[in-house]
């Protein structure tokens, strides 16, 4: 898979925002077509005092929720990355770093100025112990 590197450099920002406390949420959107799945959305949770990571699949019709380590998180939305989605969004208190796969699926990383302005709370009470 030519994109790789990109896609490695794109799930470290997601773990650093996790080590450092800044991250919000992450999703996955921008369909191609008109498909059933209308985005993934990634949030931390706490399960019996252990991080893990809910990954939420919008279906036009249902949601359907499933618990994963970070990890397996990661793992289990790579697949979806380019079919159907064209972009994944990190927001975090820092920044939002966007990657994006043009006509030719080629990725690329952008950065933009912050959205949210304060951390997922279940990860920030999670550090705090």
Do not use: C
Not at 5 to 27: C, P
Request: hydrophobic share 40%; no cysteine.
């Amino acid at each position: 898979m030519p994109n790789t590197a990109v896609f490695n450099s794109f799930f470290n920002h997601v773990r650093s925002s996790i080590s450092e406390g800044t991250f919000a949420k992450l999703t996955l959107a921008k369909t191609i077509g008109n498909t059933d799945l209308m985005n993934i959305y990634m949030r931390s949770i706490l399960e019996e005092d252990i991080l893990k990571f809910t990954l939420t699949f919008k279906f036009q019709q249902e949601e359907v929720v499933e618990t994963h380590s970070l990890e397996t998180a990661i793992e289990r939305m790579i697949p979806y990355i380019n079919k159907p989605f064209l972009s994944a969004l990190l927001f975090t208190t820092k920044a939002d770093i966007t990657m994006k796969l043009n006509k030719k699926r080629v990725a690329s990383i952008t950065e933009q100025s912050n959205t949210f302005k304060n951390a997922d709370p279940v990860l920030l009470e999670y550090l705090a112990k």
